[in-house]
Antibody
């Protein structure tokens, strides 16, 4: 079955750019949305943004000015860049596969999640 | 921006029914979904499109969605159901999570 694996540095300095990659194995990226979600220590889930396999994106308005998500379907990977990080960006970062559509109402749900990777922002 | 509100905590005795609510403006016009997250683990989808269960999710998990409220119901709650639960909806192309509810089984 489809599996997702996050990778990237676990420690990032303040004001620098956080870069993570999610590798998709066991399935195609086609026809799905690919999301990044984060969870600060002891807090709830926060959606960062998603990219459709074709490349269209949508971001959380509160993070939009600092976020870039890209996709490389030839490598079955998608990536997150978050610029100008501060301690408030310290969190577990998850990637997830999204399903979206309309069945009388709009829906979006994430059915496959990576294990998450911890990113600490500190000098 | 769109907001979803959940109670911070819900307690239930083993074998009883637990109900976790999620409220948002005109939430009944959208499909909510629910995730279960146990300590140190990734979230797991337990309900999607309001009331559907993914493969492998026990029948005791059910969902409903009308008006301004979505509800996750766990019938015959077991100790293994103790976890944080998050509702989620899609509004104007953006994904919104509720703040999460800690379910305690005692």
């Amino acid at each position: 079955q489809v599996q997702l694996q996050e990778s990237g540095p676990g420690l990032v300095k303040p004001s620098e750019t956080l870069s993570l990659t999610c590798t998709v194995s066991g399935g195609s990226m086609r026809s799905y949305y690919w999301s990044w979600i984060r969870q600060p220590p002891g807090k709830g889930l926060e959606w960062i943004g998603y990219i459709y396999y074709s490349g269209s994106t949508n971001y959380n308005p509160s993070l939009k000015s600092r976020v870039t998500i890209s996709v490389d379907t030839s490598k079955n990977q998608f990536s997150l860049k978050l610029s100008s990080v501060t301690a408030a960006d310290t969190a577990v970062y998850y990637c997830a596969r999204g399903n979206s559509g309309f069945a009388g109402r709009n829906y979006y749900y994430m059915d496959v999640w990576g294990k998450g990777t911890t990113v600490t922002v500190s000098s | 921006s769109y907001e979803l509100t959940q109670p911070p905590s819900v307690s239930v005795s083993p074998g009883q029914t637990a109900s976790i609510t999620c409220s948002g403006d005109k939430l009944g016009d959208k499909y909510a979904c629910w995730y279960q997250q146990k300590p140190g683990q990734s979230p797991v989808l337990v309900i999607y499109q309001g009331s559907k269960r993914p493969s492998g999710i026990p029948e005791r998990f059910s969902g409903s969605n009308s008006g301004n409220t979505a509800t996750l119901t766990i019938s015959g709650t077991q100790a293994m159901d103790e976890a944080d639960y998050y509702c989620q909806a899609w509004d104007s192309g953006t994904v919104v999570f509720g703040g999460g509810t800690k379910l305690t089984v005692l």
